[in-house]
């Protein structure tokens, strides 16, 4: 493992030197490091690059890492890793990623996730993306999230990508069973040329499944956004969309929610919202004795918070 990896580590899965628990950690298209537990079982696939991580029913309070890093230009990563979570399990699992260049070379990671859930398992899913160094090669990362959930199963997912990626296209696609919950929040923010593009597409088909999808970010000087929701209740079930945007410089922002409800005790609701920084918190901060750019951080800061 060499030292830009090391660097990425420690804010994209808080490496501190080591892992607790079960982890794998991916480099240039290669693992540099692996531990399994008792409970958490991680194995290479031997159809296609990526991992199979089977996690044993019952299992309580442990994690799994599997972070991945791009540390030079010309790489292409793909992997593909596949979580099964066992009946009743509650985990976190951990995958953030970053890529590096210092040339003009592109660095690109696309990882593609699938999530099985079996009935009553809930996993809090954590992941942060960055995009370092000083090379003017494209630094791109585009995540593929699929998602099974069984009855009464909760997926809660934490992702966040705030800064230095000049590409991505994310794209996460879930179906639920009766009682099951997905929880997403996202956070992004885009500077200079950069893109970001991020779609839902979620299928609500058991009885009082229910799924919340927070997405707030920041576009600044000519980057560009694009935010596509679809939110399908094929059953007695609940939805809620919401997208916050802030906008300064040229930048911009498109967002399209969308409902389709084809059950009538299917309850769904969209919300958008986009809008530059009310000028009376940039007052107020600066009357505290912070300069304007200061505050205007300050402000996206606690935004994406």
């Known amino acids: 493992m060499n030292n830009i990896t090391e660097k990425m580590l420690k804010v994209i899965s808080n490496y501190n030197g080591s892992f607790k628990g079960a982890y794998n950690i991916r480099e240039n298209g290669c693992s540099v490091g692996r531990q399994s537990s008792k409970n958490i079982i991680i194995d290479s696939k031997t159809d296609a690059p990526g991992l199979d991580i089977h996690i044993m029913p019952g299992t309580k309070g442990e994690t799994v890492s599997i972070p991945a890093c791009v540390t030079h230009g010309d790489v292409d990563d793909l992997v593909y890793n596949d ?16 890529v590096h260049t210092e040339n003009g070379e592109p660095a690109r990671h696309n990882g593609i996730h699938r999530f099985f859930l079996e009935k009553g398992a809930k996993v809090k899913y954590v992941e942060k993306h960055i995009g370092t160094g000083k090379g003017n090669g494209i630094r791109s990362i585009d995540p593929v999230t699929e998602v099974f959930l069984d009855e ?32 997403i929040r996202e956070r992004i923010m885009t500077e200079k040329e950069q893109t970001a593009v991020t779609t839902f597409t979620v299928e609500l088909n058991g009885e009082d499944s229910g799924v919340d999808i927070v997405s707030r970010s920041v576009a600044k000087d000519t ?15 609940s939805g809620h969309s919401e997208c916050d945007a802030i906008i300064s ?52 800061e606690g935004f994406l918070s």
Not at 261 to 274: F, K, M, T, V, W
């Open 249 to 300: 410089g040229k930048a911009t922002v498109d967002a399209a929610p969308k409902l389709s409800a084809r059950c009538e005790d299917a309850s769904l609701i969209h919300e958008a919202a986009i809008g530059k920084i009310a000028g009376d918190q940039i007052l107020k901060l600066r009357t505290l004795g912070l300069t304007e750019q200061e505050a205007e951080n300050k402000i996206i």
């Open 83 to 98: 979580f099964f979570v066992g009946e009743n399990a509650d985990v976190v699992i951990v995958a953030g990623c970053g």
């Open 223 to 237: 980057s560009y956004q694009e935010y596509t929701s679809n939110i399908i209740g094929n059953a007695k079930c």
């Open 152 to 183: 009464d199963s909760v997926l809660e997912m934490d992702t966040a990508q705030i800064g230095g990626v000049d590409k991505t296209d994310r794209k996460t696609k879930a179906s639920l069973k009766a009682g099951a919950k997905l929880l």
